[in-house]
Nanobody, 116 residues
């Protein structure tokens, strides 16, 4: 099993920045891919970005490309999402997902609010 804990959400003004963290623990040796998703009020959960556990093949949704950047700290088993130039439409609960031996694990989410 894999446990994921997101942090770093909060309230930020339009144009501001936040860095989200996703700390993985448990059986992390089987993780192949990690991703960020988000869910705005009244909307379905949507894909934001993904990266292989090795750090290769980053992929971003068009809506965040050029503004969001993922990085990893191997020693801490932590995935980061640096979010710049935030827009009101970025307001959502952000979730981290890990695929481990073909099973998807989710974190509890962290709230991001962008005020105009």
């Amino acid at each position: 099993q894999v446990q994921l804990a997101e942090s770093g959400g909060g309230l930020v003004q339009v144009g501001g920045s936040l860095r989200l963290s996703c700390a993985a623990s448990g059986r992390t040796d089987g993780i192949y891919n990690m991703a960020w998703y988000r869910q705005a009020p009244g909307k379905e959960r949507e894909f934001v970005a993904s990266i292989r556990w090795s750090g290769s093949s980053p992929y971003y949704a068009d809506s965040v490309k050029g503004r969001f950047t993922m990085s990893r700290d191997n020693a801490k088993n932590t995935l980061y999402l640096q979010m710049n130039s935030l827009k009101p439409e970025d307001k959502a609960i952000y979730y981290c997902k890990a695929r481990n031996f073909g099973v998807d694990y989710w974190g509890q989410g962290t709230q991001v609010t962008v005020s105009s």
